[in-house]
């Protein structure tokens, strides 16, 4: 890497620190002063509050950062003459944008990885602390089908991959067959391993004389192979937090049983796709910045700048809105949008070769 491009890329990332803790202490700042009358009582939870709303700011603060450090960045270059000095000098027009722009990218990458991790339960968390002052995750009764049956819950545990009091109604469509009863049930090698099941049988033939009730103990039964607890959890998680992997899983677990999919999909473009924002945004106004300052009032076009940067994430934020929400297909509201950005990007990058 040339001189000229460590410089510039020192100077981005410079003011993308800069930025990016200014936009978290005021982040989390608002969000205490807002819920100050539920804040924990207890020191520890706390200060695990403001830690866990740090990491839930991440999503808004780090992709406006991206972008305003290099709008800050440019725009001090060209009050100082920098920027012409180096078209002066002869360097090429995109040799100026590659390290910001590669910078931009690598720290959507690492965030995109982080979705793949506990990092997405944060705003989960943050509301378990304020409303329960605990982190518990446990889920309370569940009903839910699976392989055309019905499975209640009373109580799920998905970090200790538990359940208590769980019913099996089976049907075969629109008559009860069986019903079964079991203690507990614990989640092991990719199979639910239930104890002391009692199973009713109800006849099928409703005459007189005809055979009963029917009933039949197993010790230890093998019921909801792959159906993993996480999964269960998050069909009934109202704030739709999953990693990626999660995600991807309970689309495959699903697909098959009927049950609408766009809703985990959207969520599951959200982590992926949605981040790529920054990058394409900072390249795309990276070819509508001026090269000198004295025919434009630099103070009026950064502002303009900024504001283009909001509206720009908030028309594509409200379209993730309906997206999960199940107003437009997530192709559509998700994919779509950064494809376009994308492919304008690449045809701002081609144009000044």
Request: charged share 10%.
């Given at each position: 890497m040339k001189i000229f491009q460590k410089y510039i890329g020192w100077t981005y990332f410079k003011y993308f620190v800069i930025l990016f803790v200014a936009l978290e202490f005021f982040y989390v700042g608002i969000d205490v002063l807002t819920n100050l009358k539920d804040f924990p009582q207890s020191a520890n939870l706390?200060?695990?509050?403001?830690?866990?709303?740090?990491?839930?700011?991440?999503?808004?603060?780090?992709?406006?950062?991206?972008?305003?450090?290099?709008?800050?960045?440019?725009?001090?270059?060209?009050?100082?003459n920098e920027f012409i000095s180096?078209?002066?000098?002869?360097?090429?027009?995109?040799?100026?944008?590659i390290p910001p722009f590669l910078i931009a990218l690598f720290i959507t990458f690492g965030y995109i990885s982080l979705n793949n991790t506990i990092f997405v339960k944060a705003v989960k968390f943050q509301k378990n602390?304020?409303?329960?002052?605990?982190?518990?995750?446990?889920?309370?009764?569940?009903?839910l089908k699976y392989d055309g049956n019905f499975i209640y819950m009373s109580k799920l545990n998905p970090k200790e991959k538990t359940a208590k009091d769980v019913i099996f109604l089976e049907t075969n469509g629109t008559n009860l067959i069986s019903k079964a009863i079991s203690k507990k049930g614990v989640y092991n090698d990719k199979k639910w391993l239930f104890s002391?099941?009692?199973?009713?049988?109800?006849?099928?033939?409703?005459?007189?004389?005809?055979?009963?009730?029917?009933?039949?103990?197993?010790?230890?039964?093998?019921?909801?192979?792959?159906?993993?607890?996480?999964?269960?959890k998050n069909v009934y998680d109202?704030?739709?937090?999953?990693?990626?992997?999660?995600?991807?899983?309970?689309?495959?677990?699903?697909?098959?049983?009927?049950?609408?999919v766009q809703t985990l999909k959207a969520n599951l473009f959200v982590m992926i796709f949605f981040p790529l924002?920054?990058?394409?945004?900072?390249?795309?106004?990276?070819?509508?910045?001026?090269?000198?300052?004295?025919?434009?009032?630099?103070?009026?076009?950064?502002?303009?700048?900024?504001?283009?940067?909001?509206?720009?994430?908030?028309?594509?934020?409200?379209?993730?809105?309906?997206?999960?929400?199940?107003?437009?297909?997530?192709?559509?509201?998700?994919?779509?949008?950064?494809?376009?950005?994308?492919?304008?990007?690449?045809?701002?990058?081609?144009k000044h070769r």
């Open positions: 706390g200060l695990l509050y403001i830690a866990i709303t740090a990491v839930a700011a991440i999503t808004y603060t780090l992709p406006l950062s991206l972008v305003f450090a290099l709008i800050i960045a440019k725009f001090n270059m060209i009050r100082n180096f078209f002066a000098l002869g360097v090429p027009k995109n040799s100026l944008i602390i304020t409303n329960f002052a605990s982190l518990n995750e446990n889920a309370d009764d569940l009903l002391d099941v009692n199973t009713t049988f109800l006849p099928q033939n409703l005459r007189l004389g005809e055979q009963g009730l029917t009933y039949k103990f197993e010790k230890n039964a093998q019921k909801l192979n792959n159906f993993d607890p996480n999964t269960i109202s704030s739709q937090t999953y990693t990626i992997y999660e995600a991807i899983k309970s689309i495959k677990t699903f697909k098959n049983q009927g049950i609408n924002f920054a990058p394409f945004m900072v390249l795309i106004l990276y070819y509508y910045l001026p090269v000198i300052s004295r025919f434009f009032n630099l103070a009026l076009l950064s502002f303009a700048f900024f504001i283009i940067t909001l509206c720009v994430w908030g028309i594509l934020f409200v379209l993730v809105r309906f997206s999960l929400n199940g107003v437009i297909i997530p192709e559509i509201g998700i994919i779509l949008p950064i494809f376009v950005m994308f492919c304008y990007a690449c045809y701002l990058f081609l």
